[in-house]
């Protein structure tokens, strides 16, 4: 669910107490690009591929040859697609980044467009040799946000500062989270929170969500997952394994990055232990009584895996998710 040239990591986490509120007759169609046609060909044209990135789940690889990227299946490389080019600019090109869903199904791509301008388009992996890209994604998030509230007005399409960024999927791929950002003056930017519905393909909120929106301070949010939690002793288990490699892959960002961003990782990490500490103060207060510590263990979990995954993007760069935008002015 990450990417090969940055990452938008918020995270992913679990919770299931709360009402969904849909946007009505609002739902992305599946279109195609010029990339699209052959998708179900091997790609071999001679030229030896070069592995850009490996899926979380480790059942999947993006490997470009020439100028195409296609989605690889690890077990069984013939079985390939490849990935629609989108219109970047005026030109037919691939987005910056790449976020997989759990099971590899999903791709959402967020890119650049301009000054105070980002947008963002999604992948469908119907098939192991078939992908299609949503019709129109980045601006049925901004109008279907407007309408349920999650943001005060829809700034992409009034033609103003806008930016969709990754914010995390469930641990069941059921829910994307976008955060969105925007607005008339660059100097005071609003921000929302948005989900995809991947079972219905629609867009929705939740009581949470709605609460994330309006929170003022830095808070990680979580992508509430639309199935059971796992047990209790799995989710401790799995926090553990996270919480050590995220003290190695700390370690190893100190000894690498350059000395002059030594301070601003320092910094980073100490805003995202506070930032998750409010965030698991909030999504605690939606959780039943009886699955607190289940709860508990799945938010700590999750964010630990995002923040692993932010923290070994670039060997050069200190992390700068969306969390921390939201308090940034661009």
């Not at 697609?81 to 791709?107: C, Q, T």
């Not at 901004?142 to 999650?150: D, F, I, V």
């Not at 979990?301 to 995002?306: C, I, M, P, Y």
């Amino acid at each position: 669910m990450r990417s090969f040239l940055a990452f938008a990591a918020i995270v992913a986490c679990a919770i299931s107490c709360t009402f969904s509120v849909v946007a009505p007759d609002e739902e992305p169609s599946a279109t195609q690009s010029p990339s699209d046609e052959s998708s179900s060909a091997t790609g071999e044209t001679g030229e030896k591929a070069e592995v850009v990135y490996t899926s979380p789940s480790d059942a999947v690889r993006l490997e470009r040859t020439g100028d195409d990227i296609w989605v690889v299946s690890i077990k069984d490389p013939a079985q390939r697609a490849k990935l629609p080019k989108v219109r970047i600019l005026g030109d037919w090109a691939y987005p910056d980044e790449f976020d997989f869903s759990p099971n590899d199904e999903w791709i959402l791509a967020p890119y650049h467009v301009g000054s105070c301008l980002q947008d963002a388009v999604l992948y469908h992996r119907t098939s192991p040799t078939k992908i299609d890209l949503a019709e129109d994604f980045n601006a049925s998030a901004w109008r279907n946000a407007a309408k349920l509230r999650s943001i005060k007005q829809d700034y992409a399409g009034a033609g103003e500062c806008a930016m969709t960024f990754f914010g995390g999927w469930s641990f069941d791929s059921g829910r994307l989270l976008i955060g969105l950002l925007g607005g008339g003056d660059k100097r005071d930017l609003h921000h929302g929170y948005l989900y995809f519905n991947t079972h219905t393909k629609k867009f929705e909120t939740t009581n949470y969500l709605l609460k994330m929106s309006a929170a003022k301070s830095q808070v990680l949010a979580c992508a509430e997952p639309l199935g059971s939690l796992p047990l209790e002793s799995e989710l401790k288990a799995r926090f553990d394994m996270l919480d050590k490699k995220l003290n190695d892959a700390y370690s190893a960002k100190l000894s690498k990055i350059a000395k002059d961003g030594l301070q601003n990782l320092r910094g980073s990490q100490r805003n995202w232990l506070r930032a998750r500490g409010n965030g698991l103060e909030l999504y605690l207060t939606f959780a039943p009584a009886a699955q607190r510590e289940q709860r508990r263990l799945q938010f700590l979990a999750d964010v630990t895996a995002a923040r692993i995954e932010s923290l070994n993007e670039s060997e050069d760069n200190e992390p700068f998710d969306f969390w921390e935008r939201i308090n940034e002015k661009p």
